[in-house]
């Protein structure tokens, strides 16, 4: 079936005695943080008052009769974090440009009655000549052949701890992720449920640089909390992969958000029904199609599950075709494809936005997903997650830790669970050494399933609680887990010597 989409102008631009500018921003007397925020690059702002009152400013001059000025009393990493901005000129009375702190985001704020006076837009009118002069108006409609949008995220994980038995735990539970729960400028946070842990990257232009910072913060919190896993799966937590997508320029902006349901349905074409299908069962409500939210910036694709977190080269070929997706029917207006009975586009679809190894790998994502060749664990400090279960004396746990070095195919779990004292020695076969007793089915974690081996080995209470190991036989009993691990195909074969 062949679909056609079309995006309009209208309610972009306005025209005024051969002028065409952004749809003002009506606002009341006062600006702050939350109101710039709504503003993009070169945005016009009318006051439906006599008197400006401008809060959260980073700097400005002597203040003129029509306007109060209000500095903010916050950090530096604040002001730039919310770009707040500065009084950069006052070129005539009732007109004031403003000038973002970070990005040099300019804002031209006018007082309604200046704004109204017909005489200020005709030929030689001064606001006219100032709309002009600073790129605020144009003598021809704009022009949108070379658009671009930026790309953001905020994904969503559940935070495993390895030091409580690689069990699932409230992201508010571990300081990295609580601190940034309260901390809006915070990198790393929890989401509106505390109990998912937030990533909160900056928008990009191109993806590379997006995935790039994802890894970057990955590693603050590798090194920040080594005890820490985050998990994509999704089974005990609703996670999302939501898109942002954005743009500095005004006109950009307000075509994203008034077509955003031509855009959207691009996109759960291409992107949201194959990947929806790799949501978490705990998504429920969440995982459907066409999901979004209006955003100052432009908008928020809500679809995408937090699962292309898993592959950061399924989560870069998915920024792209988000991208090149959005900028196609940006610059050209419209956009045609087939798509088959199931709603996706065909492979050759692809190829307009993705190299062929591209468009493959992308669509093999939920093949790989199901059949576990994605790991949706990050932060993995060791290919061997180690627990400890029932009663051990901290020190006692060290000597084991050398299971961690095993060389496995793919993630296994390790439970060193207590025997009881008095209840003798056990073993599983005969070449195991008597004090130990390995069995493969026991109930699992909730943080495990069937994509995890799990592995118990029960340990007498000497060895927990008050006896040290001696190393012979911690070696033979390293030797065995290693000839068990081998039997049930998980341990890796060793490498050739040259």
């Not at 060193?416 to 070449?431: D, E, H, K, M, Q």
């Amino acid at each position: 079936m062949k679909k056609f989409l079309q995006i309009s102008l209208s309610g972009v631009y306005e025209e005024r005695e051969g002028l065409y500018y952004a749809v003002p921003h009506e606002v009341g007397r006062v600006l702050n943080w939350k109101a710039y925020s709504e503003f993009g690059h070169q945005s016009i702002v009318v006051v439906n008052s006599n008197e400006v009152k401008l809060y959260n400013l980073v700097g400005y001059p002597e203040e003129p009769e029509w306007a109060v000025f209000w500095a903010y009393e916050g950090s530096y990493e604040e002001e730039e974090a919310l770009d707040l901005p500065f009084v950069a000129d006052i070129p005539m009375k009732g007109v004031l440009i403003l000038e973002g702190c970070a990005t040099g985001r300019r804002i031209l704020v006018v007082l309604k009655e200046v704004w109204e006076d017909p005489d200020q837009f005709k030929k030689g009118g001064p606001l006219r000549e100032l709309l002009l002069r600073e790129g605020f108006a144009f003598l021809s409609p704009p022009s949108f052949k070379n658009s671009t949008v930026l790309l953001g995220g905020d994904p969503e994980f559940e935070v495993v701890d390895l030091n409580k038995g690689a069990e699932i735990v409230p992201a508010s539970e571990v300081e990295i992720f609580e601190k940034g729960s309260w901390d809006p400028f915070s990198i790393i946070g929890t989401d509106g449920c505390s109990a998912i842990a937030e990533l909160r990257p900056s928008p990009w232009d191109i993806p590379e640089y997006y995935v790039d910072e994802v890894r970057d913060i990955l590693e603050i919190i590798k090194e920040r909390a080594p005890e820490v896993v985050l998990s994509v799966k999704g089974d005990k937590f609703p996670l999302g992969g939501h898109i942002h997508v954005g743009a500095r320029n005004e006109f950009i902006r307000k075509i994203l958000k008034n077509n955003v349901r031509v855009f959207i349905e691009a996109l759960d074409d291409f992107i949201g029904k194959l990947l929806l299908p790799t949501s978490g069962a705990a998504r429920g409500k969440y995982a459907v199609l066409s999901a979004y939210e209006i955003k100052p910036h432009g908008w928020e694709y809500r679809t995408p599950p937090a699962s292309i977190y898993g592959d950061m080269e399924t989560l870069r070929i998915t920024y792209k075709l988000t991208q090149k997706l959005v900028e196609k029917l940006l610059r050209e207006g419209e956009l045609s494809y087939e798509v088959g009975e199931d709603g996706i586009p065909p492979f050759e679809e692809y190829l307009a936005f993705l190299t062929e190894e591209e468009a493959r790998y992308f669509l093999d994502f939920p093949r790989r997903w199901k059949e576990g060749e994605v790991c949706p664990f990050l932060l993995l400090p060791k290919p061997v997650i180690l627990g400890f279960s029932g009663g051990w004396e901290e020190e006692m746990k060290e000597p084991f830790r050398a299971i961690l070095d095993l060389p496995v195919k793919k993630l296994v779990r390790i439970v060193l669970y207590s025997i009881p004292r008095g209840r003798g020695n056990y073993f599983a076969i005969p070449t195991a050494p008597e004090k130990w007793r390995l069995e493969g089915e026991f109930p699992r974690a909730p943080f495990v399933d069937d994509w995890v081996p799990t592995v118990q080995i029960g340990v007498p209470w000497e060895f927990r609680m008050k006896e040290v190991i001696p190393n012979d036989l911690l070696n033979e009993f390293i030797s065995w887990v290693k000839e068990y691990l081998a039997q049930l195909e998980l341990l890796a074969a060793p490498v050739a010597a040259e």
